[in-house]
């Protein structure tokens, strides 16, 4: 599967964003979906991920209830809704698929968040 981020911008802090992640070929609704982030000199970190059917969903700490990851099978995308902006979330956020059991092996380019203080 091919994956390609969109949505990233300037946002002041408070602010929001929504990111979106689309999916090509038909076998989108077998993956597992995750976001990733990595900001200025430091290592990616999780975000969020969401499961195959969309029925689980897990944040990193730093995000839980700020952040909202969802995803559309029909329309082969999955979003991050990013609220409360904070410049600590000021990255690179990258979109990334895996099959159940697997490690994450599918990403996309990274589309780029500021969040200006």
């Known amino acids: 599967v091919q994956l390609q981020a969109s949505g990233g911008g300037l946002v002041q802090a408070g602010g929001s964003l929504r990111l979106s992640c689309a999916a090509s070929?038909?076998?989108?609704?077998?993956?597992?979906m995750g976001w990733f982030r990595q900001g200025s000199g430091k290592d990616r970190e999780f975000v969020a991920s969401i499961t195959r059917s969309g029925a689980a969903t897990y944040y990193a700490d730093s995000v839980k209830g700020r952040f909202t990851i969802s995803r559309d099978n029909a329309k082969n995308t999955v979003y991050l809704q990013m609220n409360s902006l904070k410049p600590e979330d000021t990255a690179v956020y990258y979109c990334a698929a895996k099959l159940r059991g697997s490690d994450y092996d599918q990403w996309g380019q990274g589309t780029l968040v500021t969040v200006s203080s």
């Open positions: 070929g038909r076998t989108f609704r077998s993956y597992d």
